[in-house]
């Protein structure tokens, strides 16, 4: 049975990041030992974030989210990464692959929004303190959480019904380590003009609406930072946003990287490092970032640590 309408393949081979013997058994454990601290990373962060009432704020309600993502995104990714390093051949069947870049495109585009909330929550923070309990009531943040949630379901299936409808004759040979969507279009005998469309328009709102939002959010950030007069005010007010920026710069960084430059420039062995760091050095970042830099998260580790040992 053919797996989709007019779709003769049933099942891609992933040809992973490299194909030189040599290096397959020190990347296995490299990204193997990145991903056990990407999943302990984010899961004592949720876990924290649970566990400790004086976290239970928006700023971590979003950052809770922003974890829960960042531990299933890498979950989508990696462990079928690791097969091609230990595999003769990575196989992996239509619909698994149909379903990995469902998935992909989900997590992926919620981060973009959820750090878009986040950088809202700042704004409103910042710019208009004594409103904050009011504009970002728990009520708010769930609506601004579900909003993302239903954004990125809806565009990932315009992603992803868009590549359903082509069809993939004889070749099956994705030259990455996962089912992406541009090395996808690329081994599709039909015609991929309204897919190209398709990620204009859809990833480009994408791209687009948060990048607008965060800007503007982080413009007038900047303006009522510069008019506090105390150092110590100011200085506090850059540590509240400086771990989000970061994060911020990290993940649109890498993924424009990818996606806004022209496809004829550069090998794809460098569109596959690229990816690499979105994908798995981005989500393993994260919860780093957002412990060491914030003071509010070691105290709540320090505190449920010391709990721990009595």
Same mark, same amino acid.
């Given at each position: ?139 708010? *943040? +769930?609506?601004?959480? @579900? !909003?993302?949630? $239903?954004?990125?379901?809806? &565009? %990932? ?83 509240? *946003? +400086?771990?989000?920026? @970061? !994060?911020?710069? $990290?993940?649109?960084?890498? &993924? %424009? ?54």
């Amino acid at each position: 049975m053919s797996p989709a309408n007019g779709s003769l393949v049933t099942e891609f081979i992933l040809m992973g990041l490299t194909d030189q013997p040599d290096l397959q058994m020190p990347l296995f454990f490299l990204f193997l030992g990145m991903y056990t601290v990407t999943a302990l990373g984010n899961l004592g962060l949720i876990m924290l974030v649970v566990l400790t009432p004086h976290l239970h704020t928006p700023m971590y309600f979003f950052l809770f989210n922003l974890s829960f993502i960042d531990l299933c995104y890498s979950s989508v990714i990696t462990p079928k990464m690791l097969a091609n390093f230990i595999l003769r051949k990575n196989v992996i069947s239509y619909k698994g692959c149909m379903t990995q870049l469902y998935f992909f495109c989900f997590f992926a585009i919620s981060e973009c929004y959820v750090l878009t909330s986040m950088a809202y929550d700042r704004y409103v923070a910042i710019c208009n303190p004594l409103l904050y309990s009011t504009t970002m009531s728990p009520k708010v *943040c +769930s609506y601004l959480v @579900l !909003a993302s949630y $239903l954004v990125a379901f809806f &565009c %990932a299936m315009a992603h992803t019904g868009c590549v359903l409808r082509l069809t993939f004759c004889d070749a099956n040979t994705i030259h990455h380590f996962f089912c992406d969507l541009l090395p996808l279009l690329q081994l599709s005998c039909t015609n991929t003009y309204v897919n190209q469309i398709e990620i204009f328009i859809v990833g480009g709102k994408d791209i687009v609406v948060p990048s607008l939002v965060i800007f503007t959010s982080y413009g007038f950030i900047l303006s009522s930072i510069l008019k506090i007069r105390s150092t110590e005010g100011r200085s506090k007010a850059f540590s509240t *946003c +400086s771990s989000h920026i @970061l !994060a911020i710069s $990290l993940f649109f960084g890498s &993924c %424009a990287f990818v996606y806004l430059k022209p496809s004829t420039t550069g090998p794809m062995n460098e569109s596959k490092i690229s990816s690499v760091f979105y994908t798995i050095v981005v989500p393993m970042m994260n919860p780093l970032i957002y412990s060491l830099r914030n003071k509010d998260v070691k105290l709540a580790l320090s505190k449920t640590l010391s709990r721990r040992k009595f």
